[in-house]
């Protein structure tokens, strides 16, 4: 038993170690692998933009044009701020230069066209989200997503709001912000929370639980296989037969008489099997029970089947000290005995028990030739 569970515990700490070293090396790959998913995440991002801005590119727009005393050039510069009338007056907007490298549309005719087409046409939220979730799909990144809107207006009041996904997804990321119109006054934020578990290949999630399969297996075979072996090269074991031996004394005999060691015999004929814990006499047959065959084999393995109390109480129940448990397990043994065997048990005096054959105690013969052990 013991040597089993020094097997079981080695090879569970080897499943251990493999595992662990196993998911070590998954997550080290995962981690390789998160740029190259953000980059493919923003560029889906971008793409759910463009088809958003492309779904109003045949909208017309009146526009008045007036000269411009600005000085135009094939390389438009980066603008630090525009300038715009409006019913509020003339007002000049700075435009961060993070925002302008970021901006969908850098043109400054369509960034102009934008932001009228975004006043009257906003765009919808939940259905960027869903167009961007398409995306990602295509490109087998599997991820929980929501968008941030915010449109400033032109008091520099900004309004927010998020795609449905919002509250789901709280613990998500940020990407870059990509900004829309003339002022760069639309700002769109992704967010994204990677299901990275999802994304790896089934055969590498076979190989992180291929060592528990071969632990089953390990132990199927051994609780098989290692008793089978041990059966088939254990040593046969010697069967001693013993001389009859006969001791004559002046006072009583007792004759002993052994044809196998694992079986008693009483004068009587009848036959005591302690491992089956059967008596057999003739065609009768008669079941022990567990501590009644061990207090008869007991009795059979002393001196002039003769047992003290404090003997009993040490074989059969450690030594506690139960008269009542005593009287008990005796009757069991006087019931067992009856119907099959001339023998049972009486009390001797000085707290001590004998096996007696029933005549001899009519008699009040003391003699203790009254069992014979095989």
């Known amino acids: 038993m013991k040597q089993n569970i020094i097997a079981l515990s080695i090879a569970t700490f080897l499943c251990i170690l493999i595992t662990g070293g196993y998911s070590v090396t998954l997550y080290r790959d995962v981690q390789k692998q998160l740029p190259e998913w953000k980059e493919s995440v923003r560029e889906a991002l971008v793409e759910a933009l463009q088809i958003e801005v492309r779904k109003r590119g045949n909208i017309p727009v009146d526009v008045i044009t007036v000269n411009s005393t600005e000085v135009q050039t094939l390389e438009e510069k980066v603008p630090d701020s525009v300038t715009l009338t409006s019913k509020y007056g003339r007002k000049t907007y700075q435009i961060p230069r993070e925002k302008f490298a970021n901006s969908l549309i850098k043109e400054r005719r369509k960034r102009i066209l934008l932001s009228v087409l975004l006043e009257k046409h906003p765009v919808s939220v939940d259905t960027l989200n869903r167009n961007w979730d398409s995306l990602l799909l295509a490109k087998k990144i599997v991820a929980d997503t929501y968008i941030r809107y915010s449109i400033t207006d032109l008091q520099e ?19 870059t912000p990509c ?26 999630w076979g190989l992180l639980v291929l060592p528990w399969i071969g632990l089953c297996i390990f132990m199927f075979a051994y609780r098989r296989i290692v008793p089978f072996f041990k059966e088939e090269f254990k040593e046969k074991e010697v069967v001693i037969h013993e001389k009859e031996t006969i001791i004559e004394k002046e006072v009583h005999v007792t004759d002993v008489r052994a044809k196998t060691i694992d079986i008693y015999r009483f004068e009587d004929g009848t036959d005591f099997d302690p491992i089956k814990k059967i008596l057999r006499n003739g065609d009768k047959e008669k079941k022990i029970a567990p501590q009644t065959s061990i207090l008869l084999k007991l009795f059979l393995t002393s001196e002039n089947q003769c047992l003290k109390e404090d003997e009993i109480y040490e074989a059969i129940w450690g030594g506690n000290y139960s008269p009542a448990r005593l009287s008990t397990l005796l009757l069991r043994l006087r019931k067992t005995l009856e119907g099959i065997s001339d023998i049972t048990v009486v009390y001797d005096g000085n707290k001590t028990y004998q096996l007696k054959k029933v005549h001899s105690i009519e008699k009040n013969d003391n003699s203790s030739r009254d069992v014979s052990v095989n």
Not at 157 to 175: E, G, P, W
Not at 188 to 202: A, E, N, P, S
């Open 179 to 204: 900004y829309m119109g003339f002022r760069c006054e639309a700002e769109v934020t992704g967010f994204v929370l990677y299901r990275w578990w999802q994304m790896i290949d089934g055969w590498q």
């Open 157 to 175: 009041y900004t309004t927010t709001t998020y795609s449905r996904k919002y509250r789901q997804n709280l613990q998500a990321d940020s990407l």
